[in-house]
């Protein structure tokens, strides 16, 4: 029995759909939803949170995982990264109030002040442009941040921009651009190969 | 924990591995010799009287090294050296706070090649099974393998590092996109992209031998190839899977590398491989390798194993009532000369409170004196049956011996 762990959310709807494409597993958004976990064709399919599908994957609660290269810049671990699984595709942006003076790195303060659920990823990435940075940590509603002047600017993911133009923010900056990943479990691919390498291959070529 | 730890040891003195003891706390100059930049940012650093900066060791192989090249350095080699100890990283990791963690390992200095390699291997297999372990699989891999696929694909100076790095996070979405820029496209670029998958028997040998072209990976397969049949010597043969995707610290073996996985543990449980640049750093040019067990992770492993905690691991509780304590701490003290796990209670207690007493302390046999030169035993299987105090030493000694380590350990909650 091999397990990959799902994450719930936007890239919910993909992964089933990968997994059926797959010939892994056909299960539908409510059943999942409703039992988090799931064991069909001695695969075990468990649903967790976005953020906690790297956590899942490197401990070995699951030999394999869908998860947003997002959640992987703030949990890089012990896992592999194996395949992009094309979808989920999202950008992660610096946005500014659209009254903002400020527009690209040039223009930055000396230090920037940023809002944001991605702090590992921004410090890396504002590290390499070497700007000095405060960021302060925040859980939802980033969007709201800069336009109480909470913070100067923004680090989150976009699809559209259509929340970031409904909230009168543009973007000045990409960071990165994300899609959803395959991740394994380091031991997993040595101590059960075969099933697991399977598995791979199916969902490699289902894309 | 300790269980592990001890019976690992044993096994390496089997092996002829002598116990040296290495700083906990070391010259941050010393450790800076054999770390990259990441490793040293992760140790604890405190400054000293005199101003010169310490760090608490994060791994032991560094201290044995400056060992052999300093205080041993008239010591023939090779040498075969063990050790046991706690190791520290600032870096907390995602699954607990602590921060110290505690190793065991050995290390084979001086000497080089496949035999050498072969013999470390087994000996740490040989201390996963001595600690208990029934289920286990050592993947064997060579780090020239991989250095020499990229001499071989001819990949560009500037797409290097990211290679490197990308492999070193196991990222292999960025090498793929790293690898499409290179203008040639050759069977060892294949061969990198299916690196988690180059993975098995003897046969892989003979794979990769196939795709690849240049002589830094065919050094390294024929290395590989003796130390399988060598570990076929040493009756490993099933426990053992190559591996040429092994990938860990390029810039710190040189030669074969090995992993051990338990069953259902996400992480490795001892890790080891051929290290022959570290020991001329510190001025006394010799090949070496070694491995080390991370003890937490096979402590826990063993805890999730293992039914319940282990119950006896007294040999005998000795309880008394009125005049019966001094035949009380003799009868302990014989039973301990004779190399037998013996408690001697502290207060006075009924028969019938002493039985109960034994299970708390949990004991093989109990016996019970009064002062009449005749004690009452109970063992654990068996009725309360009276025989001369000086007759108890040798009907226990016939016995067979309490086992496991200490109370607590087995089961995690202690007794």
């Keep these: ?207 | 924990m300790r269980a592990t730890q001890e019976s690992a040891l044993a096994e390496m003195r089997r092996w002829g591995y002598r116990y040296v003891i290495t700083p906990t706390l070391e010259s941050l100059d010393v450790l800076a010799l054999g770390l990259d930049a990441g490793e040293l940012r992760r140790l604890f650093k405190l400054t000293d009287a005199d101003g010169s900066l310490l760090a608490l060791v994060g791994e032991r192989t560094i201290p044995v090294a400056r060992l052999v090249a300093g205080r041993l350095r008239a010591a023939p080699l090779p040498l075969r050296l063990c050790y046991a100890g706690p190791v520290l990283t600032t870096d907390s990791g995602r699954f607990t706070r602590r921060r110290e963690a505690y190793q065991v390992g050995a290390e084979l200095i001086g000497a080089s090649g496949p035999v050498a390699d072969a013999e470390v291997i087994a000996m740490a297999v040989r201390c996963l099974d001595a600690a208990g372990l029934r289920q286990y699989q050592v993947d064997v891999g060579h780090s020239e393998f991989f250095q020499g696929l990229l001499d071989g694909i001819a990949l560009p100076a500037d797409l290097k590092p990211g290679v490197k790095a990308a492999l070193a996070r196991r990222d292999f979405v960025a090498l793929e996109a790293l690898l499409d820029e290179t203008p040639l496209r050759s069977a060892e670029h294949e061969l990198l992209l299916r690196f988690p998958a180059l993975r098995g028997g003897p046969e892989i040998l003979d794979a990769g031998g196939k795709l690849v072209r240049n002589r830094r990976s065919e050094r390294a397969l024929s290395e590989l190839a003796r130390v399988h049949e060598l570990l076929g010597a040493h009756g490993l043969g099933q426990a053992v899977a190559l591996d040429l995707g092994a990938i860990r610290d390029f810039d710190y073996y040189t030669g074969v590398i090995f992993e051990g996985y338990g069953p259902d543990v996400g992480r490795p449980l001892a890790q080891g491989g051929r290290y022959d640049a570290l020991l001329a750093r510190f001025g006394r040019e010799a090949p070496a390798t070694g491995f080390m067990i991370h003890l937490d992770r096979t402590g826990e492993l063993m805890r999730r194993t293992t039914e319940g905690p282990e119950l006896t691991w007294l040999d005998a509780a000795i309880a008394w009532t009125s005049s019966g304590l001094e035949d009380a701490i003799r009868l302990a003290a014989s039973l301990r000369m004779f190399g037998m796990r013996a408690v001697v209670d502290t207060q006075p207690r009924s028969l019938a409170a002493a039985l109960a007493w034994r299970e708390a302390v949990g004991a093989r046999h109990l016996l019970h004196l009064a002062g009449s030169g005749r004690a009452a035993w109970a063992a654990a299987d068996r009725g309360v049956r009276r025989l001369p105090t000086d007759r108890v030493v040798e009907q226990l000694a016939t016995l067979p011996r309490a086992v496991g380590g200490v109370p607590g350990e087995a089961g995690g909650g202690g007794l």
């Design chain 1, 1 to 207: 029995m091999i397990s990959i762990a799902i994450p719930t959310g936007v890239l919910l709807e993909g992964s089933l759909d990968l997994l059926r494409r797959a010939g892994a597993a056909d299960l539908d958004q409510e059943e999942i939803g409703r039992k988090l976990l799931v064991e069909k064709n001695s695969l075990r399919v468990v649903l967790v949170k976005p953020a906690d599908v790297p956590a899942y994957v490197d401990h070995g609660s699951a030999d394999l995982g869908f998860a947003g290269k997002d959640q992987l810049w703030e949990s890089p671990g012990g896992h592999y990264e194996l395949l992009d699984l094309g979808f989920g595709g999202c950008r992660l942006i610096v946005a500014v109030r659209e009254a903002s003076p400020l527009n690209g790195p040039e223009t930055w303060p000396p230090t920037l002040r940023v809002g944001t659920k991605y702090a590992r990823a921004t410090s890396e990435y504002m590290a390499g442009l070497g700007q000095p940075v405060e960021i302060v940590r925040l859980h939802g509603s980033v969007e709201l941040a800069p336009l109480v002047g909470l913070v100067d600017a923004v680090v989150d993911l976009t699809q559209t921009g259509r929340t970031l133009r409904e909230n009168r923010l543009r973007v000045v900056a990409e960071v990165g651009h994300s899609t959803a990943r395959l991740i394994a479990n380091q031991a997993s691919l040595k101590t059960r190969t075969l099933s697991v390498q399977q598995l791979v291959t199916r969902i490699r070529e289902a894309l």
